[in-house]
């Protein structure tokens, strides 16, 4: 399931492994979901009923995008035993192709983590099947992380090559996802509920897999069905606050004024009469991920806490917050009982100052080395759950108190030259500390396991 140059400690791979056999959104879907002939049913987490669909008398689309969508789509089809009249499917080209385009299926692999011309592709393809729709019409939405590049197209005069800018941008700024997600959702035609309105008067169900801390759902792919309560005049406000405002092209800017003064309408809000026709439901998240990584951690012998599931910050300050936990319950200063499973979900951020290269989960796991550096009997790892941390082919990395001991044997003084130019990975990779896994298709946010022997 997974590659390192070296061993994990047992405990902590064993985790690992458990982790990776969790994230198949699709076998929650078919835990969650069921369909008898007339109505979609929809369960939470304790299996109570919370949704009853009936499907119209019409047509049946069915469109799925995001790093999960192809299990989604997948399961969803089984689900519905191939009672659909048409399906859009699209993912991130590096994935292996599990879902075969025939007659009524359309299958597009497209970019992350910016768009390109198969993003405008995949969105002008979603946008025909949506066209001419009636109130005896259903659309089954299935949204996952990522999907805020693999699907895109423009508020004209943005071109795509402004857009691949402004995403790099803000990509690299150190704003968290909510921030990226407002901006994008206003430069774009298909975010921030605009597909739930160009679905309309369709009847709309979207299920919904978080990547974004919090799961607030109107920003995991930035919330292409879901009521928007960003503004344009956020949106300027954080390019605002990141220094951006003189970065980003004239175009961006000039579409987000136009906004600000009112010329070009605003996303959909709450109160809009399209939502009467949409119903959107969290159909997965990292909390489902952490508790049940949680629970391997007991069968395990371990005391396991989970801490929380929407962790954010730089990466480097993260790493010190969660190391210095680390080293206190190791000397007997916390309440915390040992032998002890940490467990974190959320999504760090690195704001890019050099050309190295690395991601979130490898630089949270760099600096982690540095602050346990010489403890025996504390090991951790960080990974993205999507299966590429970053720059990097990595998933994340793990450390060990013999881990930065190591590093500095092969780089001796550059190594904090090299963290400062964000090469964590290069640093990590050197001394076999990275972890590859290949694409997931999953996207559940970076998953962070600490072990206190």
């Given amino acids: 399931m997974y590659e390192s140059g070296k061993k994990l400690p047992s405990k902590l791979s064993a985790l690992l492994e458990h982790a990776l056999k969790s994230l198949d959104i699709g076998k929650i879907m078919e835990q969650r979901i069921d369909y008898n002939g007339r109505e979609i049913i929809i369960r939470d987490t304790r299996g109570k009923v919370v949704g009853k669909h009936e499907l119209g008398r019409g047509k049946i689309k069915l469109i799925a995008f995001g790093k999960a969508s192809q299990s989604m789509a997948l399961t ?39 768009p390109s011309e198969s993003s405008l592709e995949a969105a002008r393809r979603v946008r025909e099947m949506l ?188 790493a010190k917050v969660f190391s210095s936990i680390a080293l206190d319950v190791k000397s007997g200063l916390s309440s915390l009982s040992k032998p002890t499973a940490i467990i974190v979900a959320g999504e760090t951020s690195v704001k890019v100052r050099g050309s190295g290269k690395g991601g979130r989960a490898i630089e949270l796991a760099a600096w982690f080395a540095r602050e346990i550096s010489g403890t025996e009997g504390i090991s951790m790892f960080a990974i993205d759950t999507d299966g590429k941390d970053g720059s990097s082919d990595a998933a994340g990395a793990f450390a060990t108190g013999e881990t930065w001991e190591e590093l500095k044997k092969l780089f001796g003084r550059r190594i904090i030259d090299m963290l ?34």
């Fill in 131 to 318: 066209s001419g729709l009636s109130e005896e019409d259903n659309v089954i939405f299935l949204i996952s992380g990522g999907g805020s590049s693999l699907l895109e197209e423009p508020i004209p005069p943005v071109s795509l090559d402004e857009l691949v800018k402004t995403y790099k941008l803000l990509l690299n700024s150190g704003a968290d996802i909510r921030e990226i997600n407002t901006v994008r959702k206003h430069i774009s035609q298909v975010k921030g509920g605009r597909l739930a309105q160009q679905a309309y008067p369709a009847q709309v169900i979207s299920l919904i897999a978080s990547d974004v801390p919090g799961n607030d759902i109107s920003f995991v792919a930035s919330g292409p069905t879901v009521p928007d309560h960003t503004t344009y005049q956020d949106a300027y406000n954080i390019l605002e606050f990141y220094e951006l405002l003189g970065e980003v092209p004239e175009s961006v800017l000039s579409t987000i004024k136009s906004g600000m003064l009112g010329k070009i309408p605003e996303t959909p809000k709450r109160e809009s009469p399209i939502f009467s026709k949409v119903r959107n439901y969290l159909i997965a998240s990292p909390y489902d991920l952490a508790l049940s990584v949680k629970e391997k951690a007991e069968a395990l012998g371990l005391n396991a806490y989970l801490l929380t599931t929407r962790v954010e910050g730089e990466s480097s300050e993260v």
């Fill in 76 to 114: 969803m089809m089984k689900i519905l035993e191939g009672r659909f009249d048409e399906g859009a499917v699209i993912f991130p080209r590096d994935q292996p192709v599990v879902l075969e385009a025939k007659g009524n299926i359309y299958v597009i692999p497209s970019t992350h983590p910016v």
């Fill in 420 to 453: 400062r130019n964000n090469d964590s990975f290069s640093l990590l990779d050197s001394g076999g500390y990275t972890i590859r896994t290949g694409p997931t298709g999953s996207n559940l946010n970076n998953l962070i396991c600490i072990l206190v022997e």
